[in-house]
Structure formats: C-alpha cells, structure tokens
C-alpha cells in the first residue's frame, strides 16, 4: 500500500522503515531539515540498534523516502501521524500542539477513502476530537497505539505483542479497519493477536499499559525502601516473587527508577486527563508512583554523600551513563543527568560518560563536564556512580578501574554489579535497596 508518516522521530522513523519493510511504498515527513536529510540518505537520526541497516535496506530499495514537503503525502491511501506529545511547561498535561497542527496539516492533502492512522499517545477523548475534524474531507480516522521500547524498536514494530485498532462504528470503520489489516498482513498473519475496539479504550489502552509498567517499577523500589530500613536484600525480594507467574520477574528491577520520554509524561497527563473527568481519585496513587520515582533520585545522592564521609562538596564524582536507559541515546528526563545535574549543584566535581547519549546530554546540560569512556570519567573519582546500566558498565573489571580512581567507592543505581567480586576487589560497594 501507499503510506505516509507523518513525525520521523524514535517512534515515526521507525515506523516508517518497519513499514517499507513490510513491503509498503512509504514516504516519511518530518520539519526538521537535518533529520530528513539523514533518513533520506539511509542514516538513523539517533542511536537505535537495527535501525540503520532496517533504513539502508529500505530506502536502498526504493520503497522508503522522506521529506519536509507534507504534499508528497498526497496519492497515500494510509496516512500515520507519530508526532510528539510532550509533556506542557509547568503543568502535567500533555502538550497537543504537534498533533494539532498535523491533523489541521494533513487534512488538506487527503482523498475520500483515506485512512489516517492516529499513533501518538494522547489523553483519551483527543482521537474522538480529530475525527470530528477530519469530517469533509472523507477520510477515517483510526486509533492504533504503538507499544514500541527504545532499544527494542525495530523488533517490537516488526513483531509486536498485540495490535491494537480504536476503530468508529459504522461502514466506513469497517472499511478503515480492512484497510488495518492489508497494512499489518505480515504481523497479523504470523499471529500476533489484535484487538478491535472504540476509540475511547484503544487511547486508554496505551495510558494504562505504561501506568502499570511504571506501577510496578514504582512497588519494587518503595520495597527497596523498605530493604534499606531492615538490611533487607530486593534483588532477592524480586526474584523470589517474581517466580509466582501471575507477578514475574520482568520490570521489577530496583534502582534509580523510570525515566524517557513516556513513562514520566504519560502518568502525570493521564492524571491531568482524570482530573478534566472528574476521576482524579481513581489515578491518585499514581502521584505516588511519580513521587517514589522521583526519591531514588534523592536516595542516591545521598548514598554518595555516605560514602564520600558525609559530604560530596568538592569530591570528584564519575557518572556512568546519561541515557535513560541502555541501548538508546534518549536523555529526556534521565534519572542519571538528573542525579548528575543535582550533585554538581550541590558542589561535586561530576563527569558524566555514555557510550551514545554524551550529544544529547551535552545540549540538554551544558554545564556538566563529559568523558568518552569510564576509565577517563574515573579519574581520581572519590565515588563512581553506575546509572545506566549499558552492557560495558556491567562488565567492568574492578581491578582496572581500581587503578585510575582515588577512592574505590561505587554506587550501583541499577543492582547490576557483583557485590562479591567488587568487594573482594577493596571496592566500598553501596546499591539501592540492598544492604
Ligand atoms: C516504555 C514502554 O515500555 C513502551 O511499551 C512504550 O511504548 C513507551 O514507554 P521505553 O520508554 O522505551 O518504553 O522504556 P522501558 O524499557 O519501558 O523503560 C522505562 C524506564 O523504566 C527506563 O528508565 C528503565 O531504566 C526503567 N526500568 C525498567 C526500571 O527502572 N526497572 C525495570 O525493571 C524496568
């Protein structure tokens, strides 16, 4: 089919290139000139493992391309719009200028029979707002959420858990839907499972699923709480009740908690969201969730003040990793740049490194001072702090890094490290939630 995407970032760009993968003639729009110059060329504008070989194959076959021009659109029979919805200065709701500004964009290009595809996570009630706006032009909308990890993101558009279609009653929902399933034949056919369901669940759907994902990350590190009170393990906590299936092991690990672009933002617009439909009790203890999250921050640092002898006011900090998480090069609300950002504020000498990230960490905080890899990050460090645990953080030799710091005092932010072997190694080893 002929596709258009509309927003080439972590989630268009893949989509754009998952769905020439899938054998559809894709044209892909973006504002920002420097980003569609790399796609064009075949380059991914950010790190994301997969995505550039999934790019070279898919515009070296002709069936991907991209563009400033939002008219090249025009001729698409499938229209996805994946542009951002961030969170809005100064309040929790989500700012729905992108989407806004798409839709209004997108409805002079389209034919009667189009299908536009709403994939940005918006507060429920926005997707019946589009259609209403779409009204005249002929074409459907429907909503399909996307699941995507970053890190995961091409696996998980190519093969996705579930497909999940907001489709509106009537014939022309029907047609929308049948046009869906042409769009993913190759998923649906391999069995992925797909919900059809109304508007107002397919937004609720992608809202709840994140809520419980940073619920549970949320239960474990207030465990981990309760660990630090008692001399308590949570790595054992979790492992042991994780192998009751109907909790498993998977997101509960303890330590510096959630940050991205999704998980922080979308909690606290659902709650703005229940607050306008008057349900704000029913999301409350999300708040809780984002409070939690936002004290392991806290947490660490004081537990580098622990180990730097009750004050970190002119010690030499190493920060391992400015990502979010592992495998990507997403800084947007990081716990470590935000770990590394409040104890310079606090008077240490910090130096931030990230095999990926240290670009985008480095426009996001200009102040802080960066490295290119742990050892130089190390250097006469009193504490070293691991805050992303990318696969090289995890594989350190103690006894290396033992050579270049002043203090061999390490804080693990994600339990990922032996206590044994850096201990055995002299190391002072302090973690979240573990004794
Ligand atoms: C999330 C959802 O997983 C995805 O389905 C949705 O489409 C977008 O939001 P993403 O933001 O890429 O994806 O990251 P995810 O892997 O969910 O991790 C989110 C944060 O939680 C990271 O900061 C990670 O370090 C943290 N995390 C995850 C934990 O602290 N503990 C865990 O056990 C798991």
């Known amino acids: 089919m002929r596709v258009s995407v509309i927003g080439c970032g972590y989630l268009g760009a893949v989509h754009a290139g998952a769905m020439a993968a899938l054998g559809h003639d894709v044209v892909g729009v973006d504002v920002d000139e420097a980003k569609v110059a790399a796609l064009s060329a075949g380059r991914a504008p950010f790190f994301e493992p997969g995505l550039p070989e999934l790019l070279a194959q898919t515009t070296a076959s002709g069936r ?46 389209l034919a009667p029979g189009d299908v536009v595809v709403g994939k940005s996570t918006v507060p429920v009630g926005t997707a019946e707002r589009l259609a209403a706006g779409l009204e005249g032009t002929g074409a459907v909308l429907i909503w399909n959420p996307e699941f995507l990890r970053e890190g995961f993101a091409v696996q998980d558009t190519l093969h996705p858990d579930r497909l999940v279609y907001g489709v509106p009653a009537g014939e022309a929902g029907e047609r929308g839907r049948a046009v869906l399933d042409v769009v993913y034949a190759a998923p649906l056919a391999d069995g992925v499972p797909l919900v059809v369901t109304d508007y107002a669940t397919a937004q609720l759907v992608k809202v709840a699923a994140n809520s419980f994902l940073a619920t549970k990350i949320s239960f474990i590190n207030a465990m981990a709480e309760l660990c630090e009170a008692t001399g308590a393990d949570v790595t054992a906590l979790a492992d042991a009740i994780g192998h009751d299936v109907r909790i498993g092991r998977k997101f509960l690990n303890a330590g510096l908690g959630f940050g991205g672009g999704c998980l922080p933002k979308d909690i606290r617009a659902f709650m703005a969201r229940a607050g306008e439909l008057g349900v704000d009790q029913a999301l409350s203890f999300l708040r809780e969730v984002d409070s939690i999250n936002m004290r392991r921050r806290v947490r660490m640092v004081d537990l580098a003040r622990e180990v730097c002898a009750g004050s970190i006011v002119g010690r030499r900090v190493a920060v391992l990793g400015a990502a979010f998480k592992p495998d990507s090069d997403d800084v947007r609300d990081s716990p470590a740049l935000s770990v590394a950002a409040q104890m310079r504020l606090q008077g240490a000498h910090v130096t931030v490194t990230d095999p990926q990230a240290i670009p985008n960490a480095q426009r996001a905080w200009p102040d802080l001072v960066f490295a290119d890899t742990a050892e130089a990050a190390a250097q006469g460090a009193d504490v070293v702090i691991l805050a992303t645990e990318w696969r090289e953080y995890r594989a350190l030799d103690p006894e290396k890094l033992a050579q270049v710091v002043r203090s061999k005092a390490i804080v693990d932010g994600r339990n990922v490290l032996d206590p044994v072997a850096w201990r055995g190694a002299g190391w002072t080893y302090r973690a979240l939630g573990r004794p």
């Open 64 to 109: 991907l391309r991209f563009s400033t021009d939002l008219s090249e659109v025009a001729g698409c029979e499938v229209h996805f719009v994946c542009v951002g919805t961030p969170q809005r200065h100064h309040e929790f709701a989500a700012d729905l200028t992108y989407v806004d500004a798409a839709f209004a964009d997108l409805a002079a290009f």
